[in-house]
C-alpha cells in the first residue's frame, strides 16, 4: 500500500471554517499529490510536491493551499470551507518500480462542509 | 491541455463474461502512458494496468487487457470470464512522458456493475 495513511478519514464541518487533511507517508517518498474525487469529474489534481517547500498548483487549486516542511507529511488546507469542497479527498505518491513511476493513492478522506 | 473521456458511466456484465470499457484521449504528444485504475466500494485505488505509447503490444495482466489505439486516440480495457469482486469504478488515466512531475488526468469513471 506504498505506507500511505490520510487523517481525518471522515470530517463534516460548517462553511467559513478551516480544515486542514493530512497525509504521512513513510517510504521517503519525494513526490506526493492531492487529488479531489468529485462524480462526473473522476480525480482532479489540486496540489502537488517535490520534497519539502517546493509545491505547485494543479487543476483545481482554487480555496486550497498546501504544506510540506517534512518530506513524510503533505498538508492540504482549506482556508474557509464552501459547500463546493465537499469531497474525497486521495494523497497519492510516485514511486519508480522496475524505473517506471507509478502513483499510488491513500485510502481517502470523505469531507462534508455542511 | 489532455484531456480524457470515458463515455460509459456504467456497464453491467453477467459473471463469467467479457465486457469492455471504452476510453479516448485528447493529445498532441506523440510519447506519454495511459492507465486504468480500480476503485472498489472500499474507495482505495488500485492500478490495473499501464500502457506506454511507444509500445504497439497490447499489456495484459491476467484477466485485465488494453485495445490501445495510439492513431484513434482509444484506451480501452477489456475484461474477461468477469468475477463478483471486479464490480467497481474503473478510471482511465493519462501521464504526459514529458511531464516530470509525473501528472495524472482522469477521466471521468465508468461503474461496472457484475450479475451473478
Known amino acids: 500500500d506504498a505506507g500511505i495513511t490520510q487523517s481525518p478519514r471522515h470530517k463534516v464541518t460548517e462553511t467559513g471554517t478551516p480544515v486542514t487533511l493530512r497525509c504521512h507517508q513513510t517510504e521517503n517518498h519525494r513526490y506526493m499529490y492531492w487529488y479531489r474525487q468529485d462524480p462526473g469529474h473522476g480525480l482532479r489534481l489540486i496540489h502537488y510536491?517535490?520534497?519539502?517547500?517546493?509545491?505547485d498548483k494543479g487543476e483545481v487549486s482554487d480555496g486550497y493551499s498546501v504544506s510540506r516542511s517534512k518530506t513524510e507529511d503533505f498538508l492540504l488546507t482549506l482556508e474557509s470551507a464552501t459547500s463546493s469542497q465537499t469531497s474525497v479527498y486521495f494523497c497519492?505518491?510516485?514511486?519508480?518500480?522496475?524505473?517506471?513511476?507509478?502513483?499510488?493513492f491513500g485510502p481517502g478522506t470523505r469531507l462534508t462542509v455542511l | 491541455a489532455q484531456t480524457v473521456t470515458q463515455s460509459q458511466p456504467e456497464m453491467s456484465v453477467q459473471e463469467a463474461e467479457t465486457v469492455t470499457l471504452s476510453c479516448t484521449y485528447d493529445t498532441s504528444e506523440s510519447d506519454y502512458y495511459l492507465f486504468w485504475y480500480k476503485q472498489p466500494p472500499s474507495r482505495q485505488m488500485i492500478l490495473v494496468i499501464r500502457q506506454e505509447a511507444y509500445k504497439q503490444q497490447n499489456a495484459t495482466e491476467n484477466r485485465f487487457s488494453v485495445n490501445f489505439q495510439k492513431a484513434a486516440k482509444s484506451f480501452s480495457l477489456k475484461i474477461s470470464d468477469s468475477q463478483l469482486g471486479d464490480a467497481a469504478m474503473y478510471f482511465c488515466?493519462?501521464?504526459?512522458?514529458?511531464?516530470?512531475?509525473?501528472?495524472?488526468?482522469f477521466g471521468a469513471g465508468t461503474q461496472v456493475v457484475v450479475t451473478p
Open positions: 497519492a505518491i510516485s514511486e519508480s518500480i522496475a524505473g517506471r513511476n507509478e502513483q499510488f
Open positions: 488515466a493519462y501521464r504526459s512522458a514529458t511531464d516530470s512531475w509525473g501528472k495524472l488526468q
Open positions: 510536491s517535490y520534497g519539502v517547500k517546493d509545491t
